[in-house]
């Protein structure tokens, strides 16, 4: 049973665009939410993280937004370039499991010229 | 420091054979994870180790054993091979704080298929 539900699927935006990817959790125990990114053949590299105690983290070109009473977050990338194309994954985390990610399905972005 | 390396990178088998796939990792972390990632799903978690000698069952344990006999490898078998179990198995290790966890980092993957 998927514990973060993410959207959309896939995404197309032209460089220079914002692109926003969605994740919803109902867990209330996940205290830690990562961004991953995934190039083809490679593993997921992580991109950005927030914990539940801010409502915003931003990192160059990245930011994560975290509504925690609508139990949602989301990645905003502004500026967005072809080296952008890849598969990102939301996780969340807790205690439990020995703080093993529960991931969304992900979302294919591609970014066009 | 090569971080976390996997091997093999690529493997195939027969239904009923048995492999292991190996995670090593050269952070000393404490925790390892070892999650399978297929098209449309995301990373399941398999088995996490939270500590040398000690194993745990995650998301979809079934026809996996694993062991951690040392801090820095952990090791994925699979008993008797079948062709649900085609996948590309990920290895992933963190540190561990007393507040929370850190970031996990993933290593290249090892890409499987039962025929």
């Known amino acids: 049973q998927q514990q973060v539900k993410q959207s959309p699927q896939s995404l197309i935006v032209q460089k220079g665009g914002i692109s926003i990817i969605n994740c919803a959790y109902e867990?209330?125990?996940?205290?830690?939410f990562p961004w991953y990114q995934q190039f083809p053949g490679k593993g997921p590299a992580l991109l950005i993280a927030?914990?539940?105690?801010?409502s915003e983290k931003k990192e160059g070109r990245f930011t994560i937004s975290f509504n925690k009473s609508a139990k949602q977050f989301s990645l905003h990338i502004m500026d967005s370039q072809p080296g952008d194309s890849a598969t990102y994954f939301c996780?969340?985390?807790?205690?439990?499991?020995?703080?093993?990610?529960?991931f969304g399905k992900g979302t294919s972005l591609l970014v066009t010229p | 420091n090569a971080g976390v390396t996997q091997t093999p990178k690529f493997r195939v088998l027969k239904t009923g054979q048995s492999m292991t796939l190996l995670c090593a990792q050269d952070?000393?972390?404490?925790?390892m994870y070892w999650y399978r990632q297929d098209p449309g799903m995301g990373l399941r978690l398999i088995h996490y180790?939270?500590?040398?000698?000690?194993?745990a069952k995650g998301e979809v344990p079934d026809g996996y054993n694993v062991s951690r006999l040392k801090k820095q490898n952990f090791l994925l078998g699979l008993e008797s091979a079948a062709p649900s179990q085609t996948s590309v198995y990920f290895c992933?290790?963190?540190?561990?704080?007393?507040?929370?966890?850190?970031?996990?980092?993933f290593g290249p993957g090892t890409r499987l298929t039962v025929l």
């Open positions: 992933a290790s963190s540190h561990w704080t007393s507040e929370s966890t850190d970031t996990q980092y």
């Open positions: 867990n209330t125990a996940f205290d830690y």
């Open positions: 927030i914990r539940p105690d801010v």
């Open positions: 996780a969340a985390s807790d205690t439990n499991s020995g703080y093993a990610l529960n």
């Open positions: 952070m000393n972390h404490e925790y």
């Open positions: 180790s939270v500590g040398e000698g000690t194993t």
